[in-house]
Structure formats: structure tokens, C-alpha cells
């Protein structure tokens, strides 16, 4: 790294850095707090886009990749990292999990709360991601461990001990300049023409960036079956994301309700999708966050979020009435249909956006500042 060499340096180890990814995001944010305070950064990654990094004030270190599927693969990439900053001893290193560091882990997955919330089950032993997981965490060198949510903290500090002193929860953030109500206000008529929505018609969402059975798609689709028993015709539902479709295609056929769906992968303009809902869902067995939540509601759209859904966090002390149990699918069927039968979902959906204005890029950016700054 030649640009103002005087300058400490930052690296931040994540194993692969793509704009499509909520960690990839984080580490992009994390890029611009630390450039912010004065760092060199340096994302290390083995796979990525250097123009993103660049735009986040970093440089794009690449290091070799370990072909095969298993444990060591991630053991590998920290023994890379470490070789690394051994060379160029860096003043902060930030890891995302798959790397020992004194400084800070900003962990994404609780893989051990979502396989049991998930399948009702243990993770087998030798599991690749709680492998590294479990280094990097019992081992305890960090000085602060940093969390999506309330959520992941108490399952850490009960899981590995970790005194809650040393766990710091850090929201998320959302671009205001791309979720706003004006916006996704603007954008609702032409996007709900498109999805073959008329004005009559009630449009109710699950958005997410895959992994369908995480997010609990098969609920969601037993939860149409039963909305629609009770307001015949009167609803469609949509799903987006990138996974397969068709287990839960067959599903809503053989409820008979096929042509009450709709099934998109992502797109970059999602802000019109928010817009176009009238209710946004996200019944996830587990999400550690949930970063859409806060980018619907910052659209202004009401939201029905499960109990294991990190940003559900924000809704408890005004709003726990949006908070179910993510396989109470006839409480979720309930509340749908007094929502939609109730005047004031708009007023909602406004109440929502005003909300969430404090967990946009710039306010989480502030408090990455704070944060790394205590680190010095």
C-alpha cells in the first residue's frame, strides 16, 4: 500500500466481498468509519470486486483460496491473514469470524442457535463454519466481540462465556438516500402495475436474499393458505430471493393457491418492491438481523417480523404487537387479517419510517467511529 504510508493501518478479513451480501456491506461501512479516522485500509479476501473496496476507501488484498470444501479451508484463510500482518503489522485488525485477532470480531451467524432453531438439532461435529467459529471464540484474544443483535449476544455470552462487558451490539444500517417513503412511494403504482397488482388487491411480501428455508418460507406460504381461506381473493403474495422456488411452488399448489403467488429473484431496485407491498413479512426461524426489515420500514411499509428476527429488537417497546413466534402460523394468519382489515396501516407504515431514521448509514457510521476509536 503506497497512499499515505505515514498512516496506520486497518485491515479488515472477511472472506469475500461482494455488495450483494449484508457482511460484505458491513465491511464496506467498516472501511469508510476506519478511513474516517485517519487508517490505511486494507480488506483482505479471497474472493472480491476491487472497484467496490476502492469505493469504500480500501484496498483490495486477494489471498490464495484453499480449493477444497471442509474445515480447513477457513482454518487456511486465518493462517493467510496471519502470515499477512505479520509482514505488515497492521495497528487494528478486524475480523469477521474466520480470523484470531486482538482487536475486534464483528460476527454475522449464530450457526449453532440456527441449526437448532432451524432443524430442532445439534450441528454435527467437524461442521466447517462452527468450526473456525469456535476457535476464533473460545480462544478469547479479541478485545471486543460486536453483534447484529441482542439476540446474538446472549447466545454467545451463554454459549462461550464471553463476559457481556466485552460484547457490543452494533445495528446494521440502511441507505436513506435509497429507502425512503418518498421513494418507495413514488415507485409503488408502476411496480404493482408490473406484478399484475390491482388497487383492490392486497400485496404481502417475504423479500430476503435467499436461503428460504432459514427464512421460513414454507410458513409464509401456510400462512397464505389460511389468509386467503378467510379473505377469498383478495390478497397475492411474493416472495424474492435467490434459492429454489419450486418446493414451496408445490406447496402452494397443493393448497390451491398457485395464482395467488408471485416469485421474483432479487432485484437492484428493491426499494419499489417495499413500495408496492402493503405488509412486509419476514417470519425467519432465526435472523440475526434482518437488514430488509429496516429497509421496509424505512420505505414505510408496515412489517410483521418473528420473535428470532434481530430487528424485531427495534419494535418491542412500541410496537410489540408486530412481534409472533415464527411457527404460530395461525397467529400470524390472525394478525395479518386485522391488519388489513383496520384502518390506519398506512399511518403505520409512517410510524415505522420515523422510527428507524436513527439506524441510517450515517448514524451506524458515527457509531463504528466511537467504537473503533475506543480501540486505539
Known amino acids: 500500500m503506497t497512499e499515505d504510508s505515514q498512516a496506520p493501518l486497518a485491515v479488515i478479513a472477511i472472506r ?3 455488495k450483494s451480501t449484508g457482511a460484505s456491506r458491513n465491511a464496506f461501512e467498516q472501511s469508510i468509519a476506519l478511513k ?6 486494507a480488506i483482505l479476501a479471497e474472493r472480491g470486486r476491487r472497484e467496490l473496496a476502492e469505493a469504500a476507501g480500501a484496498e483490495l488484498v486477494r489471498l490464495k483460496r484453499w480449493p477444497f470444501k471442509g474445515p480447513f479451508r477457513r482454518f487456511w484463510f486465518n493462517r493467510r491473514v496471519q502470515a499477512w500482518c505479520r509482514r505488515h503489522r497492521p495497528a487494528m485488525l478486524v475480523s469477521h469470524g474466520d480470523v484470531e485477532t486482538p482487536d475486534v470480531v464483528y460476527m454475522h451467524n449464530c ?7 432451524i432443524h430442532g438439532r445439534d450441528l454435527p ?3 466447517e463454519v462452527a468450526a473456525i467459529h469456535d476457535h476464533v471464540l473460545k480462544g478469547g484474544k479479541f478485545r471486543r466481540l460486536a453483534v447484529n443483535s441482542r439476540m446474538m449476544a ?9 463476559d457481556e462487558s466485552r460484547i457490543e451490539i452494533s445495528y446494521p444500517g440502511y441507505d436513506p438516500e435509497i429507502f425512503n417513503l418518498e421513494r418507495a412511494t413514488a415507485g409503488r403504482p ?18 430476503t436474499s435467499g436461503n428460504f428455508t432459514k427464512r421460513n418460507v414454507a410458513g409464509f406460504v401456510e400462512m397464505a393458505a389460511g389468509l386467503d381461506q378467510r379473505l377469498p381473493g383478495r390478497c397475492r ?7 429454489d422456488f419450486s418446493p414451496y411452488q408445490r406447496q402452494a399448489e397443493q393448497a390451491g393457491i398457485a395464482e395467488r403467488f408471485i416469485w421474483r429473484t432479487t432485484v437492484s431496485d428493491v426499494e419499489t418492491l417495499y413500495g408496492a407491498l402493503d405488509i412486509f413479512v419476514l417470519p425467519a426461524h432465526i435472523e440475526e438481523f434482518g437488514r430488509v426489515s429496516l429497509e421496509a420500514m424505512a420505505c414505510g411499509t408496515p412489517v410483521l417480523l418473528s420473535s428470532t428476527t434481530g430487528a424485531a429488537e427495534l419494535l418491542e417497546a412500541d410496537h410489540a404487537d408486530l412481534i409472533l413466534e415464527s411457527r404460530d402460523t395461525k397467529a400470524w394468519v390472525d394478525r395479518l387479517e386485522r391488519m388489513l382489515e383496520e384502518p390506519g396501516l398506512d399511518s403505520l407504515g409512517t410510524k415505522l419510517s420515523h422510527l428507524v431514521i436513527d439506524y441510517s448509514y450515517r448514524q451506524q457510521t458515527e457509531k463504528l467511529k466511537r467504537s473503533f476509536e475506543i480501540l486505539r
Open 154 to 162: 446472549n447466545d454467545f455470552r451463554d454459549r462461550y462465556g464471553i
Open 190 to 207: 408502476v411496480r404493482r402495475r408490473e406484478l399484475g397488482i390491482d388497487d383492490d388487491t392486497r400485496l404481502i411480501g417475504l423479500i
Open 111 to 117: 450457526v449453532h442457535l440456527a441449526s437448532q432453531r
Open 237 to 243: 403474495f411474493l416472495v424474492v430471493g435467490k434459492d
Open 36 to 41: 474516517a479516522l485517519g487508517y490505511r485500509v
Open 16 to 18: 469475500q466481498v461482494e
Open 125 to 127: 461435529p467437524g461442521h
